[in-house]
Each structure stands twice: as structure tokens, then as C-alpha cells.
């Protein structure tokens, strides 16, 4: 990590627990690097706290190369930061000026519930999935993927909506907290392909259901998610599961 | 019941919602057609005789009488359900950020459906009482339509209520300029033949009729129609 020069002044949201009320509290940072990414800029700031025997900063981060989708962060305003299409560990320094004072606060939404600081539980997601984003396999073992015939077109859509991270920056960046462009990414990667087709109806029915019981908003098609997406999850996503959704309650048999 | 539990199941959530929400819209959409159509005929500068014709029409079949109704309701369910949303999108935020940059990822206007669509409301309030609601209770009262040309050019007079209608027609616009579009997505329908001519219909159809309501009372206030 080479010596930067970089000062910033950080009003970082910090909260014990999601029983307890939090509040902002600034921080003054000198020497960063430019190429350092947000992430080691925090690093840099818990490692001030803990020899100033204070409280590191709680955040999320796993695999700081953009695909986990652990790391979160409203950044000025904006779910993982300034830039389009990428998430806060593949945010550098270099997009912020020296003197900056850049505020940091967790996803907001009632169903992201904080942990602790900038930590937020996102196991609404897991439920949601739970619901039915699988396909199921009840006996033996799974086939050779390439035994299915699958047309490059079908392949490519349905790995463009497989490329989400589940990182919930389409929740926090919409103004309604909802869920949709995630949902509609998971429903739509099986129903582009063969093997979504046995459980297509049920499966958008009871992740549509999971959703909503799970207290997201629903989608004013201001686009916000999709913007904000680091994997660049398209909006057609959102109006493929409307389909998929209205077309199931028509004609499923799930009365 | 059993039917009649996925039905309202499917109503009450939130794509249902939204569903209602564009299915309402766009046969709001399809009166504004008639009603800038008709209205458009005060151009003919005629004295009102074209435009009275079509009024007539309009105030007594019994074929638009009855799509009144519809109308009405189409309102009502338009309002009621995009306070509904507005409500559990609203507690689906319960904490808000203190910093907001939702210029970068989205337009204002299209995050300002339900302020716009309030505008409207007051401003329908105001017009119906201006034409629709005196013409009702007369024709319910006495049998006979009023004289709703002439109507039109006493209240256009006053330049505040232009105002009031020209600010009315801004508000139009822009919960137009985002709604046309959204109907469509929500009901899914988003196609790579098709979203060029939706777009493209959707701001022509938002410019073009507040437009054309916006220069019924300033002509009528400037004297160009008389």
C-alpha cells in the first residue's frame, strides 16, 4: 500500500446495535492513498481506532474483488459510492478529492435491519431465495450441464440476471426500498432456462409473496436500482417478473 | 371464496397494486384523448358551435353517461391506490439518509409521482367545480345543459385561474412524461420492437395534450378565441 497524501474528513454512521439509537461521528484522516480502495481507506481508519482504543468501525467485506456482494456502504448519498457499476471494494480514493468530507451511512430500509454501524442484516434476501429461487432436485445426482441443449441467446440473458450479487444496493438506492430488481433478476435467471420451466409459476408466485411479507416497497420504475446495480442488472428484469407473476396467478393451479 | 382468494390475493400485492395502478392510468389516458379532442374544437373559433355540438354529445348519449361512471372510478381506484402505495413505500423506509444524491440514478419527477398526482387532484377539484359539477347538478336539477362555451370564456378571464389550469397542465406533464412509460413496464410489457415506439409515444402524448389544455384558457384569457 504506497503512502498517499490524500486528507479527508469522514461522518461515518455509527450504532451499537439495531436496538439502539445511532448518530454520526466524524473522523479526520491524513495520508491516504489515491489507489487505496474505500474499503483499505477504512482499514486504515479502524486501525487509528483500535491504538486510540476506540471502537473500530463494524462493515461488511468478503472477497474485496467485486463479486460476493458483501460490502455495502451509502456513499455521499449513493449505494456503493459515485461510480456506476461497481461495488465499494472496487472503489478507489482516486474518485474523491483531498479535503473531502464524504458521509458514510448503512442501506436503509426496514427490512435491512442494522446490525451495527454500517452493517446491515440481509437475510430478507435469503428468505426471499428460500421461497423458491432453487430449482429442486429430489433424487440422484445432478446432470451434466451441457446434456440440456440451451441456445447461446438464452445462456446469455440468463446469465446477465444470474450476475447478481444479492449486495441489496437496488433496495437502498430506491426511494421505496423495494426489492424488485433483485427478485426479478433471481426469478428471471431460471425462467430463461430449461431447467426453471417444472417449478416456473409456483416460484414466482411465493418469491413475489416472501417479498412483500418481508416489507419492501413496491416499484415506482424510477430506474434508481438499475443504475445503482454493480452488476448492471437491467430493468426489462423487473418487467419480465411482472409477467412471470401475473401470468402465474392466472394460471397456476395454486388457488 | 376460493376464487375470490387468489384474486384479491394477487389485487393486494404489491405488482397487483401496481398493476391497478397502470391499468387505471392508462384509461385515464384514453379520456384525456376524448376530452383534449373535444375540447381542442373551441380552435374552431367558431363561437362555441362546434365545440357545444360535441358537448352535447358528450353531456347526454347514454353510452358516455354510463363510461362516466367508469370514469369516476377510475379515478377514485387511481387515487386510492397510489396512496396505498405511497403508504407501505413509505414504512418500507422507516429510516431516512442524510444524504441523498438520487439526481444521479433517477429523474425528480419520476420520484415525484405522488406530489404531482396531488397537484392534479387539487387542480381537478377546482375544474370540476368550475364545469363539470354545475353542468351535472343542473342537467340532474332542471334537465338542461349549460351553456358551457360562454362558461368558459367568463371564467378564462380571470388570470389567476389561468394559472391555476397552465400550473395544472405542468403537472400533467410531468406525471404524464413518467407515467405513459411505467404503465407499460409494470404491466411488463418490455420489448426491443416495441420500447422505441412506447417512449416516443409517451413524451409526444405528454407534451402534446397539456399543451393543448394549457392554450384553452390562454386563448380564451388573450382573446384569440372568442
Not at chain 1, 129 to 142: C, K, L
Not at chain 1, 185 to 204: C, M, T, V, W
Request: contains cysteine; charged residues 15%.
Amino acid at each position: 500500500m504506497s503512502e498517499g497524501n490524500m486528507r479527508l474528513t469522514l461522518k461515518v454512521w455509527r450504532q451499537s446495535n439495531s436496538n439502539t439509537e445511532g448518530g454520526f461521528e466524524n473522523y479526520q484522516l491524513e495520508g491516504i492513498s489515491p489507489d487505496m480502495s474505500f474499503l483499505e481507506m477504512f482499514d486504515v481508519l479502524n486501525e487509528q481506532l483500535v491504538e486510540a482504543k476506540q471502537e473500530p468501525v463494524a462493515f461488511d467485506h468478503d472477497c474485496r474483488e467485486g463479486i460476493c456482494g458483501m460490502c455495502s456502504m451509502h456513499i455521499n448519498g449513493q449505494p456503493h459510492g459515485p461510480l456506476q457499476g461497481v461495488t465499494t471494494c472496487q472503489l478507489h480514493m482516486r474518485s474523491f478529492k483531498d479535503g473531502d468530507t464524504i458521509v458514510v451511512e448503512p442501506w436503509r430500509a426496514g427490512s435491512f435491519p442494522v446490525i451495527k454501524d454500517l452493517v446491515v442484516a440481509r437475510d430478507a434476501f435469503d428468505r426471499i431465495m428460500a421461497a423458491g429461487g432453487f430449482v429442486s432436485v429430489n433424487t440422484g445426482n445432478a446432470q451434466d450441464a451441457n446434456n440440456l441443449p440451451i441456445p447461446k441467446e438464452a445462456a446469455d440473458d440468463a446469465f446477465a440476471a444470474a450476475a447478481c450479487i444479492g449486495c441489496g444496493a437496488c433496495v437502498a438506492a430506491c426511494k421505496n426500498a423495494s426489492a424488485m430488481l433483485f427478485v426479478s433478476a433471481k426469478i428471471s435467471q431460471l425462467a430463461l432456462l430449461p431447467q426453471g420451466q417444472a417449478e416456473r409459476k409456483i416460484r414466482a408466485e411465493k418469491m413475489v409473496a416472501q417479498m412483500d411479507s418481508e416489507g419492501f416497497g413496491a416499484c415506482t420504475n424510477t430506474g434508481a436500482c438499475s443504475a445503482e446495480c454493480p452488476k448492471g442488472i437491467t430493468f426489462d428484469n423487473i418487467a419480465r417478473m411482472n409477467r412471470e407473476y401475473l401470468g402465474a396467478k392466472l394460471s397456476s393451479t395454486n388457488v | 371464496m376460493i376464487v375470490m382468494s387468489w384474486f384479491t390475493q394477487t389485487l393486494t400485492s404489491s405488482i397487483g397494486k401496481k398493476l391497478i395502478m397502470a391499468l387505471t392510468g392508462l384509461f385515464l389516458i384514453s379520456f384525456l384523448v376524448i376530452h383534449a379532442a373535444i375540447n381542442a374544437m373551441i380552435f374552431y373559433n367558431d363561437g362555441g358551435e362546434t365545440f357545444s355540438h360535441w358537448g352535447h354529445f358528450m353531456g347526454t348519449n347514454p353510452i358516455i353517461r354510463t363510461l362516466e361512471i367508469g370514469l369516476v372510478l377510475g379515478f377514485l381506484f387511481h387515487i386510492y391506490d397510489g396512496l396505498m402505495l405511497t403508504k407501505t413505500n413509505r414504512a418500507a423506509r422507516p429510516v431516512s439518509y442524510a444524504s441523498r444524491n438520487a439526481n444521479a440514478n433517477s429523474t425528480w419527477y419520476s420520484r415525484s409521482m405522488g406530489l404531482l398526482g396531488t397537484i392534479i387532484l387539487i387542480f381537478l377539484v377546482i375544474h370540476t367545480s368550475h364545469f363539470w359539477i354545475p353542468n351535472r347538478t343542473n342537467q340532474f336539477a332542471t334537465g338542461e345543459e349549460l351553456d358551457l362555451y360562454n362558461m368558459m370564456l367568463t371564467t378564462f378571464q380571470n388570470p389567476w385561474v389561468v394559472l391555476i389550469y397552465v400550473a395544472g397542465c405542468f403537472s400533467l406533464f410531468w406525471h404524464l412524461l413518467h407515467g405513459f412509460k411505467s404503465a407499460f413496464q409494470t404491466l411488463g410489457l418490455y420489448h426491443v420492437k416495441y420500447n422505441g415506439l412506447i417512449a416516443f409515444l409517451g413524451t409526444a402524448f405528454s407534451i402534446v395534450v397539456p399543451l393543448l389544455f394549457a392554450l384553452m384558457p390562454i386563448a380564451m384569457y388573450l382573446g384569440w378565441v372568442k
